[in-house]
């Protein structure tokens, strides 16, 4: 222990709001950095705040109008506690149990890892402090975004807790502070909103991760196929080939895959409510899990597609096109031929370059839509209308562009090298069958049995009705 000597009660800056008599005190225990920011947000609030600390006389700055005290003087002054102490230092908490009984204690604690501990922080700290109540909450927000106040992404302050008038406590606190409170249920909620900031960016796992992994597969299939192959039966060495060639195959093929697994899901539940007879039984939970990313999915698609973009843009100024171009011209002259204008190619590079500028287009509009500023002031029809009917347009009209990119090729044995396809017809296989089950969709008599179970009928079930008969 230090000689220091403690003073019971420390003022900060001239005696403000925390010495007028006024709004009742809050207390926040601990100096940290997020019960600097906590109590600099309360006193701009109006609230008076005292901190309590281990050394009140020798704490860092602390935002002026506060007071500092100890432990126990801090928590007898007020009613409403904020812990902004780190779980592994609670312990000294069980010696205030009696300060502390009948108050509500707001556990802000978060942990550097999941199930690092048997129990949450908040119902460890409940153990400690059983005469609390303590609710668990603002574990959720950044010191540095109570400093600056609540933005867009982080208005919400999520709490949970046993007792209800204590939440209602914490939670008239938090609206004070300009947050919205979203009340998660009892204590035993904790563990959940502990692991929330230790999350990142969890929808956006599985569609990285398939991303990833298409790249990889589709980007060593090309390497193989466009690159060793030539090497090995050839001779040439075309590896300056990876750099936009291989990616702007790579980029394309991989967009096309995804955009096509957005729509597959909703494709498959309507299969799946037609076979049931019924949209009131739950999806299994994998096509749930892929339902709820398809947003994900759908943005990384228009990212990867947006590359396919530039990558083309710079085709016209890439040396190996210049030189062919010239050498072609240089032979033409040589040989004194004219090579013959072939309105076919015309229609074709055309027709695919057209086509893919309104895919694009589309793919662009649905990006936009899904920004959370532009979706809100869209009713769930149009959102709908846009996501889904242009969505599928937006599906067709990728999907008609690398088939028009094919042409002929798909008839021409020389476009199997090594007996294998080119990478853009593999990537045909998911948009083509899902564009079929949703044509098979949209038949009139499936579709207005799909709208039937949509609107909530039920189609009969002869042996579970003959079961239920019986059973009453
Ligand atoms: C660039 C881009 C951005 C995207 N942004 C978003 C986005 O912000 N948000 C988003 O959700 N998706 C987004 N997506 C994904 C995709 O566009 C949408 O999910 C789209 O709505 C899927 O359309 P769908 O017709 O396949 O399915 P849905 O629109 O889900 O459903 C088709 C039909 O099924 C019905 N239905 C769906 N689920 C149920 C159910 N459980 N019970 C009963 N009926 C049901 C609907 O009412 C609808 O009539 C994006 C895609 C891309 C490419
Ligand atoms: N920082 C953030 O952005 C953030 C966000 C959400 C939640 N949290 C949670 O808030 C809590 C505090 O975080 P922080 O970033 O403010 O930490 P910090 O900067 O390390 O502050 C913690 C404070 O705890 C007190 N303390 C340290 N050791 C102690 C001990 N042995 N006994 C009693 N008190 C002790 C100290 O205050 P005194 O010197 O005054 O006693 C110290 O300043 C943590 O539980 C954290 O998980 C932080
Ligand atoms: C501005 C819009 C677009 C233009 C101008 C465009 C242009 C092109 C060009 C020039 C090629 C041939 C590339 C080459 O020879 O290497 C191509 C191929 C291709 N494009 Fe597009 N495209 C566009 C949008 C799209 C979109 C939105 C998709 C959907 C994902 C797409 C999917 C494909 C595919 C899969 C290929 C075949 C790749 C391969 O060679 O294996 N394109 N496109």
């Given at each position: 222990?230090s ?74 002054a ?22 502390l ?5 707001v ?58 008038e ?50 990889a ?6 390497l ?22 291989l ?26 409510q ?9 999806f ?27 990558y ?20 033409e002259?040589?040989e004194?031929?004219?090579a ?13 370059y ?67 396809p080119p ?13 079929a089950?949703?044509?098979l ?22 042996r ?9």
């Amino acid at each position: 222990m230090s000689a220091e000597v403690k003073p019971e009660s420390v003022s900060l800056g001239p005696l403000g709001p925390a010495g007028a008599p006024g709004p009742e005190p809050l207390c926040v225990l601990g100096t940290g950095d997020l019960g600097r920011s906590l109590g600099q947000r309360l006193l701009r609030a109006g609230y008076r705040v005292v901190y309590g600390s281990r050394r009140p006389g020798s704490c860092g700055p602390l935002p002026e109008g506060a007071q500092v005290m100890s432990h126990a003087a801090a928590a007898q002054a007020a009613r409403l506690v904020f812990v902004c102490i780190h779980r592994e230092n609670y312990a000294f908490l069980e010696a205030l149990a009696p300060e502390l009984k009948g108050k509500v204690l707001v556990d802000v604690s978060n942990n550097l890892k999941k199930n690092l501990h048997p129990e949450a922080n908040a119902e460890y700290l409940q153990r400690l402090v059983p005469g609390a109540h303590v609710v668990k909450a603002f574990n959720t927000l950044s010191a540095w975004t109570l400093q600056t106040g609540p933005s867009d992404a982080n208005r919400q302050v999520h709490l949970c807790g046993d007792s209800a008038e204590a939440k209602d406590a914490v939670a008239d606190v938090a609206a004070k502070l300009g947050f919205g409170a979203v009340d998660r249920g009892a204590v035993s909620a904790a563990r959940e909103l502990e692991d929330v900031p230790l999350q990142l960016f969890p929808q956006w796992r599985l569609p990285l991760r398939l991303a990833a992994g298409l790249t990889a597969f589709f980007f060593l299939y090309l390497l193989l196929r466009d690159v060793v192959s030539k090497y090995t039966s050839e001779g040439k060495d075309v590896s300056f080939r990876i750099m936009v060639s291989l990616a702007n195959k790579v980029f394309p093929i991989v967009s096309l895959i995804m955009l096509s697994l957005c729509y597959l899901p909703g494709v498959m539940a309507a299969f799946l409510q037609l076979h049931r007879g019924t949209k009131y039984k739950r999806f299994p939970e994998w096509l749930d899990r892929w339902m709820l990313c398809r947003k994900q999915l759908g943005l990384l698609a228009l990212g990867f597609a947006s590359l396919h973009v530039l990558y083309t843009l710079i085709i016209p100024i890439r040396y190996y096109v210049r030189f062919r171009l010239s050498a072609i011209t240089v032979s033409e002259i040589r040989e004194n031929r004219t090579a013959a204008f072939d309105t076919t190619m015309a229609w074709r590079t055309d027709s695919y370059y057209a086509v893919g500028i309104l895919g694009f287009g589309l793919y662009l509009l649905l990006g936009i839509t899904s920004l959370p500023s532009v979706s809100n002031a869209l009713s769930w029809r149009e959102f709908s209308f846009i996501q889904s009917k242009l969505g599928f347009l937006t599906l067709l009209l990728c999907t008609f562009h690398t088939y028009l990119y094919g042409w002929d090729k798909f008839l021409r044995a020389s476009s199997y090298r090594w007996y294998t396809p080119p990478g853009y017809m593999l990537c045909l296989l998911p948009p083509s069958a899902v564009l079929a089950l949703k044509l098979l969709l949209l038949l009139p008599c499936v579709d207005r049995s799909l709208a039937r179970i949509r609107q909530g009928r039920e189609r009969a079930r002869p042996r579970e009705d003959a079961e239920k008969a019986l059973l009453t």
